[in-house]
């Protein structure tokens, strides 16, 4: 096996058997395409004349370059064309009878020292090799879609296969300049693994009408900074792909936040199987089309959903901010550019002045980077008056905490607001993981209590949850909605529960994240690796733990298990060990990862 891997057979010509082609053919491989189906095959000739066109057109390769890449891609519809392959990489549809067919066959073609590879996600590799007559030269690889732009490369063994020709195809991913993973058999690997439960969370989010789909896609893409939402991705990935991974990995697991959310099989068998067939969670253009167009479902672009969005909204002239810390001055920051009057309150006016100085801090910033003017800088600064106490509240129209993460002092702020603001203020909490509604029964008006979740760092993150209890008026909720617009935010409208929508999907995940390493399935550097460079996150979980504290992140898991009862999101035991530990990330110089102290 360590002949060198030159020429390549790509067994299936859809989507990503073409992706593939193309990378290997710029890579300067010589590349069998085989497919059954003669159109398929020369719809994968036209995809890579057109790609290398773009390629050229992008200055990414020459004229040249291109003649030959296209010269070394030839198609054939029968197995016996992958004979004198080196490499042969399958990706033909996902069911055992078909690969495992496709093995059998290609053990009476191909010389007993080329390697196959399956590209499966949802099947296992051993049970796949078992099939052949030489299983040791049987592997997984998984590349990503689109394989011409992503990275990550999947690199599964089996108990039967070859440490040699884990090795060769390890060179091989890296000479095409892409980034291996090495991963045990099981399915959805590394990436599919995290990603494909948290996806089937956002599926179950939306099916319980908890919020719209474009609220959803709307908090991941700005609350974490996603390319893309998480109901349009699976659109794009394949609804029943995305229920035959998940279907695949329950049946290992037994973990209920993998059992495919029924929507998925609803959508599947009525043909809505995402953007291939122009309809899934969105509506497109033309079936395989990027473009959205609007549906029964889509919001109205004047008013943008509900009746309660069209309640008029009473005017915010005003604002309270109680808080001294890094989000209560993001916060104050925020309104203030924007135009509102803001008190800044703290429990002593030395901190209230310190906090208002940490948003001049903020504020200067944005103007050595061009951002913001001087004379804009100096009228935000004049906006904010910094106070001693809550009596200072008074006269405000918009009152919002940003107090210390516990229940009891919130609820003992919101008494005193209740006391102190005057009828018809709307009063606020940013709270990121308790009930509102709690918030609101320590007051006579519930009905003028709701959440307003900002993002750290509040001055740069675009998204705000607003959290609407059942106790919450129309008004209150509109007043909120409308300044949150104000604001340049974008809002998002969710129910009071545990983890509103960012933190429900994303704490889940990275839970699992630490499960995998528990298990010894991956390394932290690998499933970093694996999600940054496959799953599009500006962050791989074990940095972002790192970033947000493990404390941090195992109150909030443990706040969801509690509301949702929910065996899968029980806390992992690393996450507890390492909290009970004292490494708390890099607050504390040492959580998943050591760092060096500021």
């Keep these: 096996m360590d002949i060198p891997l030159h020429t390549i057979a790509v067994i299936g010509l859809g989507t990503m058997g073409t992706g593939i082609a193309e990378v290997l053919v710029l890579g300067g491989h010589e590349v069998i395409g085989i497919d059954i189906s003669d159109p398929a095959a020369r719809r994968a000739v036209t995809s890579l004349a057109d790609a290398t066109a773009r390629a050229v057109a992008r200055e990414r390769i020459t004229e040249e370059e291109r003649r030959l890449a296209l010269a070394r891609f030839r198609t054939h519809t029968e197995l016996r064309a992958a004979a004198d392959a080196d490499l042969v990489i399958e990706v033909v549809p996902e069911s055992y009878e078909v690969k495992q067919e496709v093995i059998r066959e290609l053990d009476g073609v191909v010389r007993p020292s080329a390697i196959l590879a399956t590209g499966t996600n949802a099947l296992s590799v051993t049970r796949l090799a078992a099939e052949s007559a030489h299983p040791e030269r049987v592997l997984g690889l998984r590349f990503f879609n689109p394989a011409p732009a992503m990275r990550l490369v999947e690199i599964v063994s089996s108990v039967l296969t070859a440490p040699a020709a884990v ?28 990603l494909f ?88 253009a033309a079936p395989g089309a990027p473009a959205l167009v609007a549906d029964a479902l889509t919001p109205a672009s004047a008013a943008p959903g509900t009746a309660a969005r069209e309640t008029a909204a009473p005017e915010i002239r005003s604002v309270g901010v109680a808080g001294s810390g890094t989000m209560a001055s993001g916060i104050a920051e925020v309104f203030a550019k924007a135009g509102y009057d803001v008190v800044l309150a703290a429990r002593s006016l030395e901190k209230a002045v310190a906090a208002k100085a940490r948003a001049a801090a903020s504020l200067a910033r944005s103007v050595d980077r061009g951002r913001l003017t001087a004379a804009a800088r100096d009228e935000a600064l004049d906006r904010i008056t910094p106070a001693g106490s809550l009596d200072s509240f008074g006269g405000v129209d918009l009152a919002l905490e940003a107090v210390a993460e516990d229940l009891d002092v919130k609820r003992q702020l919101f008494a005193a607001l209740d006391k102190i603001c005057k009828p018809g203020a709307v009063l606020a909490t940013t709270t990121s993981s308790l009930p509102v509604v709690a ?73 699992n ?20 460079l496959g799953g599009g996150y500006p962050m791989g979980p074990f940095e972002l733990l790192d970033v947000v504290g493990l404390d941090v992140s195992l109150a909030i898991e443990t706040v969801l298990h509690r509301e949702f009862r929910d065996p899968g999101l029980a806390p992992a035991a690393l996450l507890e060990q390492l909290v009970t530990a004292g490494c708390l990330g890099r607050k504390t110089g040492r959580g998943f990862r050591e760092h060096a102290r500021r």
């Design 439 to 511: 918030c609101a029964r320590a007051t006579s008006r519930p009905r003028d209590v709701i959440g307003m979740h900002f993002f750290n760092p509040a001055p740069a993150m675009k998204l705000v949850e607003i959290v609407r209890t059942v106790l919450t008026s129309d008004e209150a909720h509109a007043t909120v909605r409308a300044v949150t617009a104000r604001l340049g935010k974008h809002p998002v409208d969710c129910g009071d529960r545990a983890g509103f929508i960012v933190n429900a999907l994303l704490f889940p995940y990275l839970n």
């Design 197 to 284: 439960g948290y996806l089937n969370q956002a599926a179950a989010m939306y099916e319980a009408k908890y919020a719209s789909r474009e609220d959803i896609d709307a908090a991941m893409r700005l609350g974490c900074g996603l390319p893309m939402g998480p109901l349009a991705l699976l659109d794009l990935i394949g609804i029943d792909t995305a229920r035959t991974v998940l279907d695949a990995m329950y049946a290992e697991s037994h973990d209920r936040l993998h059992a495919p959310a029924p929507i998925l099989r609803q959508l599947g068998e009525a043909g809505l199987t995402g953007r291939k067939a122009g309809r899934g969670f969105y509506t497109y």
């Design 167 to 194: 090795a060769a195809v390890t060179a091989f991913a890296q000479d095409l300049g892409k980034e291996p993973v090495e991963a045990r058999d099981r399915p959805g690997g590394v990436a599919d693994g995290l």
């Design 513 to 532: 994240a630490i499960k995998m390493v528990e298990e010894h399935y991956a390394t932290l550097d690998d499933i970093d690796a694996a999600m940054r």
